[in-house]
């Protein structure tokens, strides 16, 4: 089943925050374990941002969160947070596409 998981932070530092996202993107091609990603703003909350990522499964996404590469992204990001992000873990139910 394939898992959606949102990651909700606050910066100030969102240019900082995004060379290193980069960075880490170009570290892991080849071997990235997500499929998609989403990096939005939220227009009602100052500094606030959320990164939507798909994986195929729970499990594949766990297996990415305790790669070290991915602890080490979390631990230089937190450094230009205000405060620790919020995590929701979704499992996909249902997708539908509305076209026309």
């Known amino acids: ?4 998981q949102i990651i909700e932070y606050r910066t100030r530092r969102i240019d900082e925050f995004n060379a290193l996202l980069d960075s880490w993107v170009e ?17 009602d ?3 606030v941002y959320l ?3 798909e994986f195929p499964s729970h499990e594949v996404a766990m297996e990415n969160s305790a790669r070290p590469e991915t602890a ?3 631990s230089q990001v937190a450094a230009l947070c205000e405060g620790p992000p919020s995590f929701r873990n979704l ?3 249902e ?3 509305f076209e026309g």
């Open 45 to 47: 909350g100052e500094d």
């Open 72 to 74: 080490e992204f979390a």
């Open 27 to 43: 570290k892991n091609a080849g071997h990235r374990l997500a499929t998609r990603a989403l990096q939005t703003r939220d227009r």
């Open 51 to 53: 990164n939507i990522v």
């Open 95 to 97: 997708e539908r596409s």
């Open 1 to 4: 089943m394939r898992f959606i």
């Open 91 to 93: 499992d996909v139910l």
